[in-house]
């Protein structure tokens, strides 16, 4: 038995932020000046960006007096703690979450009142009861739903959530799962200058994904994307380089400049694995997270592709940056919705703390 990705709805918040006006909001807090303006303008300029999302209005203006979270100070103080910023995770992560899903059905026949399982996919916020429970309150889900919540996994756990789902599907031909991942990066701001975090203000935004799997009928009319395998490996000597961390003032990353390449010392080996695991890979689309353009080209390199195979990755890249995990939903929504031949085999791979390599053959139905 296998199992298919019928629809993916996708939502960002209603503040869409050109990257100069964030790069300019973030200069100014980290009182930068001179040549460290310049530098700082010269990684945002590389990233790749053209605008990104965030429930936090602030960033698109520099006039502090219409700050509506960060204190209208010179030195940002006292910084939003990590309570206040949780506090704004609660209320607004499941309203996109709602809207995610509302154009996920909108794409497919089945009602929500058929939904026999919930998976939430979230490393940007938590709380009890949590994301799950309030969707099932405001889409007026079955109560009786069957729940999982991933968290704290970062970018790669949307492959989770598909490998979860398909095993949901392949145990319950009847299983109708609905998979949502909801992220709100930008609530974490950290004002430290270090290269980590200067790096991850320059790329994370706010967005979410809501996709659903069904049990797959060989002698229906159902469309869309069917895993064929996946495979998992973890780079020990990475886990310093990509990490998540709860500090007082926000969840902290640490995202090194060496990611890539650590990437690029694994990836190779990672899909060599996975297309053994199939009988025949005939592989003509490429869905990889775009954690970052440098990534996205190291990938390019590894895996001999060109930057035409890689177009739905830069595409969501430049209009909405890295979103974590829903951030490789978007792409998979692009490359549906550009029309697929039967058959036609997609190669997706994502990365996170750890460092962890995942990866995955969908194939067209």
């Excluded at 940002?76 to 910023?85: E, V």
């Excluded at 154009?103 to 939430?120: M, P, Q, R, V």
């Excluded at 190291?298 to 895996?303: A, C, D, F, R």
Aim: charged share 20%; proline share 4%.
């Amino acid at each position: 038995m296998r199992s298919i990705i019928t629809a993916i709805g996708t939502a960002v918040p209603e503040n869409k932020i050109p990257q100069s006006q964030i790069f300019e909001f973030m200069a100014r807090a980290h009182d930068f000046e001179g040549k460290d303006k310049i530098r700082l303008q010269a990684l945002y300029r590389a990233t790749g960006i053209k605008t990104r999302h965030s429930v936090i209005s602030d960033y698109g203006q520099l006039d502090k007096t219409k700050w509506s979270f960060y204190p209208q100070t010179a030195d940002l103080r006292p910084f939003p703690s990590t309570q206040t910023r949780s506090e704004i995770y609660k209320a607004n992560a499941a309203k996109l979450s709602a809207q995610a899903v509302a154009n996920c059905f909108a794409k497919t026949e089945i009602g929500l009142s058929e939904i026999t399982h919930l998976i939430t996919i979230s490393c940007t916020g938590m709380y009890a009861p949590g994301l799950d429970i309030d969707l099932i309150n405001m889409l007026d889900l079955n109560p009786q739903i069957q729940r999982t919540c991933i968290n704290f996994m970062g970018c790669y756990a949307a492959i989770t959530g598909i490998r979860t789902a398909d095993a949901f599907c392949k145990a319950d031909p009847n299983a109708k799962v609905l998979i949502v991942a909801t992220e709100l990066c930008t609530i974490h701001f950290q004002n430290k200058p270090d290269e980590d975090n200067l790096l991850a203000n320059a790329i994370f935004s706010d967005g979410s994904a809501a996709f659903l799997m069904t049990a797959f009928n060989e002698n229906s009319s159902q469309k869309g994307l069917s895993p064929l395998a996946f495979h998992t490996e973890i780079l020990n000597d990475g886990g310093e380089n990509m990490a998540w961390n709860i500090g007082d003032f926000g969840f902290e990353m640490k995202l090194s400049s060496y990611v890539p390449s650590l990437v690029e010392s694994g990836i190779k080996s990672l899909t060599d694995t996975l297309k053994n695991k199939l009988r025949e890979a005939s592989i003509t689309q490429y869905a990889i997270h775009p954690g970052g353009k440098r990534i996205l080209e190291v990938i390019e390199s590894e895996l001999k592709l060109s930057k035409e195979d890689n177009r739905f990755a830069y595409e969501v890249l430049k209009e909405y940056g890295n979103m974590s995990s829903a951030t490789l939903l978007f792409v998979l929504e692009k490359i549906m919705a550009s029309g697929q031949s039967k058959n036609e085999q997609c190669l997706s791979v994502a990365f996170g703390p750890g460092l962890t390599l995942e990866s995955m053959v969908l194939e067209s139905v």
